[in-house]
């Protein structure tokens, strides 16, 4: 078991930012990557950003590039998502997720399937 705890989310209007956070054991962060992944009621759990092991390199879903930045702060262990300019469309629970064999910067890091390791999931809700 891997322990991913969430947290961040809250309410906001369009707009505005929040930064979520992620915090993990030191070994997932050295060895794993981590991704954020949300998923709105009635709709198909989608990757929204990946950063690689060591935080050298990330990756970003065309719906939020420009808007959304994955980062992480090794001293903590921990992985950001910090948010702005959100939207309505961004309501949804979102999850860390981590797995040592997912190619964080190729053609699966977006794959729900591809990660072994979930958190709980933090609430963001948008209001127009």
């Known amino acids: 078991q891997v322990p991913l705890v969430e947290s961040g989310g809250g309410s906001v209007q369009a707009g505005g930012s929040l930064r979520l956070s992620c915090a993990a054991a030191?070994?997932?962060?050295?060895?794993?990557?981590m991704a954020w992944f949300r998923q709105a009621p009635g709709k198909e759990r989608e990757g929204v950003a990946a950063?690689?092991?060591?935080?050298?390199?990330?990756s970003d879903a065309d719906s939020v590039k420009g808007r959304f930045t994955i980062s992480q702060d090794n001293a903590k262990n921990t992985v950001h998502l910090q948010m702005n300019t959100l939207k309505p469309e961004d309501t949804a629970m979102y999850y860390c997720?981590?797995?040592?064999?997912?190619?964080?910067?190729?053609?699966?890091?977006?794959?729900?399937?591809?990660?072994?390791?979930w958190g709980q999931g933090t609430q963001v809700t948008v209001s127009s």
């Open positions: 030191a070994w997932t962060r050295r060895l794993a990557c």
């Open positions: 997720a981590a797995d040592p064999y997912v190619d964080c910067v190729g053609g699966s890091w977006y794959r729900r399937d591809e990660y072994n390791y």
């Open positions: 950063i690689s092991p060591g935080g050298g390199s990330t």
